[in-house]
């Protein structure tokens, strides 16, 4: 089950990380993903993205997908699966990391999570509000993926709205 949106997280700002790998989020995206615990995650979606999700809804989604997995087991219908099972853990293992924003808007980057950014301290990202959550990109990557979705913009409203 997917949470529904409080709000629809949109826009689209620049931003410069520091030398220390820090980004300041605009103020109403920090709030969007920062949970009443102060938690936020950060997680690898595709090379030169990172999302921000609200901590407490990231963990449901991720435990129904974990409990669907390990019910699967033990009926043993994964017996054919373990390899598959096995890199599943592994990405899992390495795709996020809960953080605490500092003064409530600032990121630091983790360690491992910059180089999957490809985005170096001094150099400007891309902050995007996701509906569901805020998305920080590498600018290339940011505009080959406009280049890709943006033609398809029309149709997906369309589809969406009927």
Partial sequence: MVDQPETFITGEVRRTLDERHRLSLPQDFAEAVT?????????KERYGCLSLWKAEHWQRRIDDGVSLIREK??????EQRWDE??????????RYRTVRLANRSRLTIPEGFREFLDVSGGQDVMVVGAVIC?????????????????????????????
């Fill in 35 to 43: 949970d009443t615990a102060g938690d936020t995650i950060v997680a």
């Fill in 73 to 78: 087991i033990a009926r043993g219908r994964m």
């Fill in 85 to 94: 099972v096995q890199r599943l853990g592994r990405l899992l293992s390495t």
């Fill in 134 to 162: 805020v998305e920080v990109w590498n600018p290339d990557a940011w505009l080959e993926q406009l280049r890709t979705d943006m033609p398809e913009f029309s149709p997906l409203f369309k589809e969406l709205t009927e």
